[in-house]
């Protein structure tokens, strides 16, 4: 089955204890993407990344790193976690990023508390 | 300025009624796709239905419809037969595509409506 597996689903952690965001897609996709989701904001874009090694800030970058190592893999690492990082997660993916057509397929999101 | 306007908040509709959710959209890019996602309270993200700039149609899957007006910058998301299993939060999103250098790849979400269908 495609899919975008996301781990952990929920997380609460104490201020300034390193996590680490697991994502991993199936589908042989290049593009891949974190967002983060707050009431009332809608979601949006942490980073991204176009292929292995290929990786770029996106709106709200501040706080957290990725790597891409492998085409399948995509974490989110939060060094030194806090409060206002306390929000649902979501990764996801698509095909590629030459056409506008390509629809990102998401993970079933992880809800973080920070606290 | 907000690239993707969602007006309403909230929605109501009865069951087997149909329901129209606004979303207008700013940009200057020619190429750009629209898309709309559907969020139950269990919190996946469910694409929906995409639209291109350049597609001469409006779009449609099953009983979801794109009601894309260019001129106006609008793609309203049309849901025929309301069914229960439709309450949810709907984001509409957009894709800018002509610049592939920086960040394009992005969908930029509304702010979301929350859709409610009464029995």
């Known amino acids: 089955e495609a899919q975008v597996t996301q781990n952990p689903r929920y997380l609460i952690t104490v201020t300034g204890k390193k996590l680490t965001v697991t994502c991993s897609q199936n589908?042989?996709?290049?593009?891949m993407s974190w967002y983060r989701q707050d009431p009332g904001l809608g979601l949006r874009q942490i980073y991204y990344?176009?292929?292995?090694?290929?990786?770029d800030k996106g709106d709200v970058p501040e706080g957290y790193k990725v790597s891409r190592k492998e085409k399948r893999n995509f974490p989110l690492i939060l060094e030194s976690p806090s409060p206002n990082q306390t929000s649902l997660y979501f990764c996801?993916?698509?095909?590629?990023?030459?056409?506008?057509?390509?629809?990102?397929?998401f993970g079933p999101g992880t809800r973080l508390t920070v606290t | 300025a907000q690239k993707i306007t969602q007006t309403q908040p909230g929605m109501f509709v009865q069951e087997k009624e149909a329901v129209t959710l606004d979303c207008t959209y700013d940009?200057?890019?020619?190429?750009?796709?629209l898309f709309w996602y559907k969020q139950p309270s269990s919190g996946e993200m469910i694409f929906l239905i995409y639209?291109?700039?350049?597609?001469?149609q409006n779009a449609t899957e099953g009983r979801y419809s794109l009601n894309f007006q260019k001129a106006r910058k609008s793609a309203n998301l049309v849901i025929s037969a309301s069914q229960l299993g439709d309450s949810a939060m709907y984001f509409c999103?957009?894709?800018?595509?002509?610049?592939?250098?920086?960040?394009?790849?992005?969908?930029?979400f509304g702010k979301g409506t929350k859709l409610t269908v009464n029995p």
């Open positions: 940009t200057s890019d020619p190429s750009y796709g």
């Open positions: 990344s176009m292929n292995v090694e290929v990786t």
């Open positions: 999103a957009m894709r800018e595509g002509t610049s592939l250098l920086v960040g394009s790849e992005k969908l930029v």
């Open positions: 996801a993916s698509s095909l590629g990023w030459s056409t506008t057509a390509y629809e990102q397929y």
């Open positions: 589908m042989n996709h290049e593009y």
């Open positions: 639209q291109g700039s350049y597609d001469q």
